[in-house]
């Protein structure tokens, strides 16, 4: 362990998570949100940031390597708790680094049973659950859900048109 990465639990060791002891710090806690930064223990970024020689972890670094998709241990080892885990998940300014987060965690994940299956179909030991996933590809999510664009909706009533016409002119 390096020794910035020492220092660093040494700071959260001793750090107080909540003001007056009522409420949890919450933008305190980043050096890009801290309006002070002298307290934030630290960076949005999906890098370690160093400011005025001092080291702050990226908490999407750290949430990536944790690897915990429950994030109760998570929560428990770099916030006072997975209370105050959610309470900084409900905040406006932490939504979209939140969703960086989960999204380069699914990935990681995704990209790993990936490989293990494909290494099962080497060797032969694929389940035919597996065999089937892969040959449908269900591991290429869907391009988009919901409402059709505008584009999508015109070539399926041109599709219609066509259908419409093909079917008179046989009956003529």
Known sequence: MSKDLKDFYKKLSSFVFKEDGCRYKLAQLFLDQSPTNNNALY??????????????????????????????????KYFDGYQHWLELKCCSWFKEPYAKMV????????GRSLKNMLSQLEDGTASQAT??????????????????????KETKVEGNVYALDLSRIKNS
């Open 131 to 152: 065999l089937k996933y892969l040959a449908d590809k269900d591991y290429i999510k869907a391009a988009s859900v919901g409402r059709p664009s505008k584009s999508k």
């Open 43 to 76: 960076s949005l970024q999906s890098w370690d940031r160093e400011y005025k020689g001092e080291v702050y972890p990226s908490l999407h670094r750290l949430y990536v390597e944790m690897e915990d998709l429950a994030e109760f241990e998570f929560a428990n």
């Open 103 to 110: 999204a380069e965690l699914n990935a990681k994940i995704s």
